[in-house]
């Protein structure tokens, strides 16, 4: 199994992005995908999540409103869009799967991937 996240950068407050994550050698639409970040010298923490097949999610109150996650069980991907960032998104974000229903407890998961870096100036 191999979660790849991409799609990191520097940005400027205010400004959007999108990470993905691919996912290879597991049945993807029967795993639930998450989102959590690290924020430097922070602990780990859910960003949000998404179900295997109906598209139920969940989000962390920090990113409500303003983060999106999606998924395209086809191309075995699960994307984050970033709306209106802040500085305390900076983050290495990770994404993470879970045979069967979502959950924002980081003990739920089996599979991660590398994390990609977040850098929001101000």
């Known amino acids: 199994v191999q979660l790849q996240a991409s799609g990191g950068g520097l940005v400027q407050a205010g400004d959007s992005l999108r990470l993905s994550c691919a996912a290879s050698g597991l049945p993807f639409n029967t795993y639930a995908m998450t989102w959590f970040r690290q924020a430097p010298g922070k602990g780990r923490e859910f960003a949000t999540t998404?179900?295997?097949?109906?598209?139920?999610?969940d989000y962390a109150d920090s990113v409500k409103g303003r983060f999106t996650i999606s998924r395209d069980n086809a191309k075995n991907t699960v994307y984050l869009q970033m709306n209106s960032l802040k500085p305390e998104d900076t983050a290495v974000y990770y994404c993470a799967a879970r045979i069967g229903g979502r959950s924002s407890f980081q003990s739920d998961y089996g599979y991660w991937g590398q994390g990609t870096l977040v850098t929001v100036s101000s």
């Open positions: 998404i179900s295997m097949n109906t598209g139920y999610t």
